[in-house]
Each structure stands twice: as structure tokens, then as C-alpha cells.
């Protein structure tokens, strides 16, 4: 689903009623319509180069379609990707699929703020862990992308983190979750504790070089090892890795 050279009218002060250009690639989606834009440039360049370029081409595709399109600024070796109106551009390894831009469009269309939704106090109901809960959803609606839970052992890390998925599947900020941990005995541990948390929920262990559908997954560092090749790009929208330093005492979050 490419078009090459999509042609649009971008106005100009000089000229009110526009005139023809070409975005070198647009991405469609599923129902045919635009999902994203990607400005490409020589190898010699720097990729960041056509930034204003697909700005303007993704401005006149939202005029026309109603829809702001997602923006790829590649330079053949370096592919950066920009949410225009939540984050800026940042660089990834890949293209992300159809499938991942069409969930992010959902999440973009349908997502809540953060802060509106309740907390549910019976996975995690004291003030501390909804103090670390808060701040987290604080951060996420102020476009921030990472951070480092620090608590200390038998305060409730793992529910803490299972309310926060619970707050932010409820709330649409994501649909797909993927669960770190560094030993088997922790990852069937934490699997059993959203199991018995969110049982409405598709569960799902990474292992033995397979992977599932199930929206919320799991696995320890050497089992995603084996599969993370054959995974698009934004297949996650929310990432846990649980003690991810020596004290093991923290959880490290990437929204």
C-alpha cells in the first residue's frame, strides 16, 4: 500500500490557491487513505533535512483528508519518525507496518487523558503506588517517553505496574504490551499476578522462538532475543523491564 510522488496542492502566500507538488512516498492504510509520509533524501544528506518538506506535504494531506498523516525522514541509512503533534522526530531502525500505524491512529483518534481516568485502588491502592502511577501518566500526557520506577522490595512493583497497564489500556494510550524479565521464575511470577489482576485480558509468553497476538506478553531477555528480528519496529506500545538495574529494585517503562 505505496504511492510514489503522491501528488497534493500546497498553498503559498503567493500563490492563494495553491500549486502542485509531490511527496516522494505516502503510506496508506487498510481503507486507502494516508497514514503517513516519508520525505527521503540523498545518503549524503542529513535525514532531519526535509523536516519542514513533509511538515508542509503532511499539512496539506490533513486539509484534504482530515487526517494528519505520521512522518518518515529517511536518508537510506537513518530513518527518523515524527508524531507531529506528540513527540519529535526520533530514530528508529526500521519502517514501522501497516498494522502498528493504523493501532497508532486508533490510540491518536480515541485516547483519553491520562489523568481522567481512575486508578483502580484494588490492584493497587495505596498512596505511594498511585503517587508513582500519576506520575508516570503526568509524563506520558506531557509527551515524555521513558522512565524508572525505584521501589523498594515488598512495596508492590509489580501491581504498581499493572494498574499503570491497566490505567493506560483503559484510557487507549496503548494496546500492545511487552513485559521484560531478566529470569523465568519472575516472568511466570508477573504473568500470574496480571492473570489474576486483568483476567480479561490476552496473555501471552515469548519462548521458544514464538510470539503470540495476546496484547499484553511476556518474556525473559534470551527468549526476546530470538524473536526480536522477525518483530516490526512498533509492535509495542508500552515496554516493562522489570529490575532492570543491580539492586533489582526498579522497573525501567518506555511508553
Known sequence: MLVEEFLMQVATPDQPYGKDQFADYVLLGSDGKPLAVVEAKRTSRD???GKRQAADYAEAIKA????DPFVFLTNGKEIQFWDRDRY???KIAGFYTRD???RLRHQKQYALPVSEVTINAEIAGRDYQNEAIRRVTEGID???RKF????ATGTGKTRTTIALV???LRAKRVQKVLFLADRRELVR???SEFKTHLPNESLSRIEGGSTSGARIQFATYPSMMQVYQRLSVGCYDLIVADESHANRNHKAIEA
Open 47 to 49: 535525514e532531519l533535512a
Open 64 to 67: 484534504k483528508t482530515g487526517v
Open 88 to 90: 519529535p522526530p526520533r
Open 100 to 102: 502498528d500505524l493504523e
Open 142 to 144: 506531557a509527551a515524555k
Open 148 to 151: 524508572l520506577l525505584v521501589m
Open 166 to 168: 491497566d490505567t493506560l
Open 189 to 191: 511470577q508477573a504473568m
